[in-house]
DNA sequence: GAATTGGCGTTATATTATAACAGTACACTT
DNA sequence: AAGTGTACTGTTATAATATAACGCCAATTC
């Protein structure tokens, strides 16, 4: 499970991938965070988490709610909204500005930037491996003696895949 | 000019500098870029600049509209979202994602990311440097076959000026 | 088993952003 | 100077995203 994760979700521009695999250690990794942390998984929040790995690409609180109804839910926004912000606490997913929408989270237990990639094309959006990034930052940021405490990062752009698609 | 320029506005964060100074550059500099790409800076859209770069802080849409109306603008938000996207695509001003809001560029003239400090206490935001956190972006991006054509990096957390403050 | 807490349902509303169309001013041609 | 096209603005309406507030129920604690 370690091993995926820390492949950084690159394969989520590859859609070719057993995802349902993704899907199933995000669950477990989810419990088990929950578990530790006292907090409880509730059927709700797991849909809602479900949904989220399930898609590739960002997904936006009102595409949830129909899903949400489908299996019996509530489906008023603050229904979801209050599972998203469950979930973004316990770093399981991310919250995508630029896009209003969500995403999972592929390194749950580690803390770690905000940082991915955006394709303009399919949509789908990788999370960048941050060890080097991490320290440029603090190091442009400490250069003017910015402490920082939280981080953004949101590249658009094309992704190997449509590139060469586009050829 | 320039020199204030390439300061990257980490003046942000110390309101004390004359800052009339600075919405008399921004505002030269419109003129400027307007004048060589045959687009024309309107009394509106000079009027947002100027209330854009005036604050430290980035400002929402619907602040600047009350401001408009004042001086004698209509003040419907498609008046003001025009003008921001005007000067969005001149590079004259960022749109902050992480926050709705919108700021002035401190260095239209140069292509370059989309990059900020915020300070959560005093809300200023400062743009950052950006060489060499460009090269790591790149690399990082680079090492997926992800092809950037637009970065967001929006780092939250405390200016120096306001963690000397809490001490 | 009473009290407390956390989570959800529900209604209403706030906030941010855009669509669509009509009118006006400006720039260009002749 | 009149005609013509284009870019800009005014205006109304509405879409899209997000939160406030309150009450109920279930689980947990004492």
Chains 1, 2 share one sequence.
Request: with cysteine; glycine share 4%; hydrophobic share 40%.
């Amino acid at each position: 499970m370690h091993t995926q994760a820390n492949a950084f979700n690159s394969d989520a521009f590859n859609t070719s991938h057993n995802h349902e695999h993704c899907v199933n250690a995000a669950l477990l990794s989810a419990k088990t965070l929950c578990r530790d942390r006292g907090q409880r998984l509730t059927p709700v929040r797991e849909l809602v988490l479900r949904l989220i790995w399930q898609s590739h690409q960002p997904l936006g609180a009102y595409e949830l709610l129909p899903q949400l109804a489908e299996a019996g839910f509530n489906s008023a926004p603050p229904t979801v909204y209050r599972a998203l912000d469950f979930l973004q606490e316990l770093g399981l997913i991310h919250r995508i500005a630029s896009m209003n929408a969500f995403i999972g989270c592929s390194h749950p237990d580690e803390a770690h930037p905000n940082a991915f990639m955006i394709c303009r094309e399919c949509k789908s959006a990788a999370e960048l491996d941050t060890a080097e990034l991490k320290s440029a930052l603090s190091a442009a940021a400490g250069a003017l003696g910015f402490q920082i405490e939280q981080e953004s990062v949101e590249l658009m752009g094309l992704c190997q895949h449509c590139r060469e698609a586009a050829k």
